[in-house]
C-alpha cells in the first residue's frame, strides 16, 4: 500500500481553476498508476482520471474530458489534478488513489485511498 495525501482543495466560482496535489509515499512510486476519484452529497463515488507514470497514458470521465489535466512527477512523488472551466456540479470531494485498474465492473482501485480533499464550484 502506498499512503496518498491530497490538498488543493478550495471554494471557486464558475469557470475559475484550481489545481489538485497528491503526495505519496510507501512503495515505489514511479510503478504505480496513480487516479482522481470524486464523490458529489448524496451520490457515489465516481472516476474522474487516471495516469499510468511509468508511460503517461492517460484516461479521463467524458464529464470532465477538455476541462481536466492529470498529471505526475516522480522525483516528487506527486501527482496532480489540473481542472479548469470548472461547473457547480463538479463540486465534490476529490479523492487521490492508487493502482486504478480497468475491469469490467469498472474502475478499480487497489493501492488504496487518500483522505480527500474538498472541492466547491459556486454559481
Known amino acids: 500500500q502506498v499512503q496518498l495525501v491530497e490538498s488543493g482543495g478550495g471554494l471557486v466560482q464558475a469557470g475559475g481553476s484550481l489545481r489538485l496535489s497528491c503526495s505519496a509515499s510507501g512503495r515505489t512510486f514511479s510503478s504505480v498508476v496513480m487516479g482522481w476519484f470524486r464523490q458529489a452529497p448524496g451520490k457515489e463515488r465516481e472516476f474522474v482520471a487516471r495516469i499510468t507514470l511509468n508511460g503517461g497514458t492517460t484516461n479521463y470521465a467524458d464529464s470532465v474530458k477538455g476541462r481536466f489535466t492529470i498529471s505526475g512527477d516522480n522525483a516528487k512523488n506527486t501527482v496532480y489534478l489540473q481542472m479548469s472551466s470548472l461547473k457547480p456540479e463538479d463540486t465534490a470531494v476529490y479523492y487521490c488513489?492508487?493502482?486504478?485498474?480497468?475491469?469490467?465492473?469498472?474502475?478499480?482501485?487497489?493501492?488504496?485511498w487518500g483522505q480527500g480533499t474538498q472541492v466547491t464550484v459556486s454559481s
Open positions: 488513489a492508487a493502482n486504478v485498474q480497468a475491469t469490467i465492473r469498472g474502475w478499480v482501485v487497489y493501492g488504496g
